[in-house]
């Protein structure tokens, strides 16, 4: 082979490899943007978090008790928020039966449902009937009572199939009391049925009403009527409808209590509860007795973070509440532990007799990682007897980005801004680095060409002896 077609061979070869290298970062970083798109599209995964407010001393309990309520609810509602379940980590070791009556009421409740839509209604009764019964026993761990009322209201709507329209209007009688709003599906339930249920509810509507006291031990119980929250014990509950209705009572580190209690308004009720100490209780006290101390740390506190941990959080929201008389201050700090952070702090104080008390609450533990307003205390009348909402935010002073809530930094006004992230610049860009590297190869390729036509003709040197 000649020295002039070994050269035009190399030449081909680097060109070749010149445009596949072009072709291929070209592919490469448009996958990459491809693929930033696909998971800029996915849903981001839920922030794990757990949350506590723990009074400073026993006279605090009570409105540590309703912050503790309403911190847990707050985040529950947030999609980025995955709340995790606290009070069932202090007794996941201890045998409760009622959770294995939940699990047979269950199985008897989809076998139900199976006879009634195969309209086998004397044998629905039977299941559904038997379900409700070990519903009532576990009272305490059924939550919100959906099964205890779906499994009444398919009893009554095959009672009602049968013939038997009073046994029927029973059943849906304690659907009614345990829910007024609820409205039958006409997808599922024939019209004549659905007249029978809202004769029902007007009559229920109508009925006597009693009012019942609600005391634990210990006290600062959350107490639930029919799946709804009430309050904390002691407790006055007025304008309770005569009946039976679905009770339940916990408090952090004590096994949930729970029964179907009846009312009557010829006197008012009284309503003991026992609470039973889970066996995680001194662990729990352990772990939270010493988080108080250093809310404002930053890094956070070392007990913070072991707080975190346990409860398996990626974010952990923790008030500090202090009662005298009928005034309340609240510090309360949400922490990042992946990485470790301090993301807000927030201090408040509050008026627990105020009549938006429970609203100023809420927008205060929003403001922990959203931007919010929050109404003053004593109602929403401004000075002067205004009586258009003063929105007033709930802090805005600060001294770093650890003082702001989440989307949010420090300005150097020392105001929490909205954190508007800077766009990629032109260098950053990928099609620009692709350009880039095309026009490069494109020259070199050029000068290389150049260079090799622009040699003078070389013969091919010839050997005589």
């Not at 209780?281 to 973070?305: C, H, I, M, S, Y």
């Not at 020259?443 to 040197?461: D, E, N």
Request: proline share 5%.
């Amino acid at each position: 082979m000649s020295l002039q077609r070994r050269n035009l061979t190399t030449l081909s070869a680097v060109l070749i490899a010149l445009i596949v290298w072009v072709f291929g970062s070209s592919w490469v970083a448009g996958e990459s943007l491809v693929s930033r798109a696909a998971a800029k599209d996915a849903p981001p995964a839920k922030l794990k978090l757990a949350g506590f407010a723990l009074p400073t001393d026993q006279f605090s309990e009570k409105a540590a008790a309703l912050f503790n309520h309403v911190v847990r609810e707050n985040f529950a509602r947030d999609e980025k928020f995955e709340v995790l379940d606290i009070r069932g980590m202090f007794f996941s070791d201890d045998a409760d039966e009622r959770l294995r009556l939940i699990e047979q009421a269950n199985s008897a409740m989809v076998s139900g449902r199976e006879e009634y839509d195969n309209l086998e209604l004397d044998v629905a009764v039977e299941k559904l009937q038997k379900a409700i019964d070990l519903y009532k026993k576990a009272v305490g761990r059924l939550g919100d009572g959906g099964q205890y009322v779906d499994a009444l209201l398919f009893m009554g709507a095959a009672y009602i199939l049968s013939g038997d329209d009073d046994l029927g209007s029973q059943s849906f009688l304690q659907v009614a009391l345990f829910d007024k709003r609820k409205n039958l599906d006409t997808k599922t339930f024939p019209p004549s049925m659905i007249e029978v249920f809202n004769r029902v509810k007007e009559r229920v509507a109508s009925s006597p009403q009693s009012t019942v006291m609600v005391r634990s031990n210990p006290p600062a119980a959350e107490v639930y009527l029919n799946g709804v929250f009430k309050g904390v014990t002691p407790i006055k509950l007025t304008r309770v409808v005569e009946g039976s209705h679905f009770m339940r009572i916990e408090r952090d580190g004590y096994q949930n209590w729970g029964q179907i209690v009846s009312f009557f308004a010829t006197h008012e009720e009284l309503i003991e509860a026992t609470l039973k100490p889970a066996s995680g209780l001194g662990g729990q006290k352990e772990r939270t007795k010493k988080v108080l101390n250093d809310l404002e740390a930053d890094p956070p506190a070392f007990p913070l973070v072991k707080l975190g941990e346990w409860a398996g959080a990626n974010r952990l929201a923790v008030l500090k509440v202090t009662q005298r008389k009928n005034q309340i201050s609240v510090k309360a700090v949400l922490v990042g532990l992946s990485p470790r952070a301090k993301i807000a702090y927030r201090t408040a104080n509050f008026d627990i007799t105020s009549s938006n008390f429970l609203g100023r609450a809420d927008a205060f533990v929003t403001s922990l990682y959203r931007k919010v307003k929050m109404p003053p205390a004593g109602g929403l009348a401004g000075p002067g007897g205004d009586k258009k909402p003063k929105d007033v935010i709930v802090r805005t002073s600060c001294n770093s980005n650890s003082d702001c809530a989440q989307g949010e930094v420090c300005s150097e006004e020392g105001v929490c801004v909205p954190f508007s992230p800077a766009g990629p610049q032109w260098y950053e860009k990928w099609w620009i680095w692709a350009i880039v590297g095309g026009g490069v190869a494109v020259a070199t390729t050029a000068g290389v060409l150049t260079w090799y036509f622009l040699q003078p003709q070389r013969g091919a040197i010839e050997f005589s002896f």
